[in-house]
């Protein structure tokens, strides 16, 4: 395991910072969604169903963008070791398989205590659009460095 990452601790987290992180959806992480949750709407797997919505095409799982902004957190900034608190979404836009998704992150407030950062999260696709926009609360580590960063599992076999 020598992939190591980056992490921030609180005192070197500035007002105003800045991180992204992007993932592109792929038929499987929609597919593996549906799984992990449990969701079944029809308006993300029956493409028949979803042609005769407003969007006219399956569309992403709202909470699979979330789920983009938490890797976002968590591996960029603060970045691991960090401590997801709350977080605050409005979905603006969908998004469909094949769609890339870039977080931007922005430290907003830093408060002592308890080494809380408020972060603004904006999700936007490959073509500049907002998909999401919202707010996170973190605790950030102690400490800044390095980790180690574990392998995704191998979902294949």
């Known amino acids: 395991m020598n ?4 992490h921030f601790g609180y005192d070197e ?3 105003g910072q800045q991180a992204s992180y992007t993932r592109r ?6 597919l593996l969604f549906a799984a992990v949750s449990g969701d079944r709407n029809p308006l993300h797997l029956d493409a028949q169903y979803a042609s005769t919505t407003p969007f006219g095409q399956r569309i992403a799982h709202g909470m699979w963008t979330a789920g983009v902004i938490s890797a976002a957190l968590a591996m960029e900034l603060p970045g691991p070791g960090s401590i997801y608190l709350k977080q605050t979404l409005e979905f603006k836009a969908p998004v469909f398989v094949g769609d890339t998704i870039t977080v931007q992150l922005e ?6 205590k308890n080494r809380i950062v408020r972060l603004s999260c904006q999700a936007s696709n490959q073509d500049a659009r907002t998909v999401v926009r919202g707010e996170a609360t973190a605790i950030a580590p102690e400490r800044g460095g390095e980790l180690p960063c574990p392998p995704l ?3 294949n076999g």
Do not use: Y
């Open 3 to 6: 992939n190591m990452v980056r």
């Open 13 to 15: 987290l500035s007002i």
């Open 25 to 30: 959806l792929e038929e499987r992480d929609l």
């Open 107 to 112: 430290v907003l407030e830093k408060r002592d």
């Open 153 to 155: 599992p191998d979902l």
